[in-house]
Nanobody
Framework: VQLQASGGGSVQTGGSVKLSCSAS????????MGWYRQAPGKQRELVAT????????DYADSVKGRFTISRDFRKNTIYLQMNSLKPEDTAVYYC????????????WGQGTQVTVSS
């Protein structure tokens, strides 16, 4: 599986950013997709995840009510709409996926920087 992320950028507090992540390769085996983020000096944390069968969605408590993850099956793409951004949302955001063949393995897309200024 190959993941190509796009979006990101710099916004002010309260602004919005939308990230995209397109999957290619063995996409029929993908079970979960989503986003992690890593701020400077901090561990990578799970932000949002969506199952490709059933569409179950989970968010980190810190982003609930502000971020929305969605999927487009036709484009093999997921999105992360981030609203009401805060400076603490500043991080490199990584798209990820898991598949049914080797669920323990996480596939990563390239990181995309989101910077929120106060």
């Amino acid at each position: 599986v190959q993941l190509q992320a796009s979006g990101g950028g710099s916004v002010q507090t309260g602004g919005s950013v939308k990230l995209s992540c397109s999957a290619s390769g063995s996409i029929s085996t993908i079970t979960h997709m989503g986003w992690y983020r890593q701020a400077p000096g901090k561990q990578r944390e799970l932000v949002a995840t969506i199952t490709l069968v059933g569409g179950r969605i989970d968010y980190a408590d810190s982003v609930k009510g502000r971020f929305t993850i969605s999927r487009d099956f036709r484009k093999n793409t997921i999105y992360l709409q981030m609203n009401s951004l805060k400076p603490e949302d500043t991080a490199v955001y990584y798209c990820y996926s898991r598949n049914s063949i080797d669920f323990a393995r996480i596939y990563w897309g390239q990181g995309t920087q989101v910077t929120v200024s106060s």
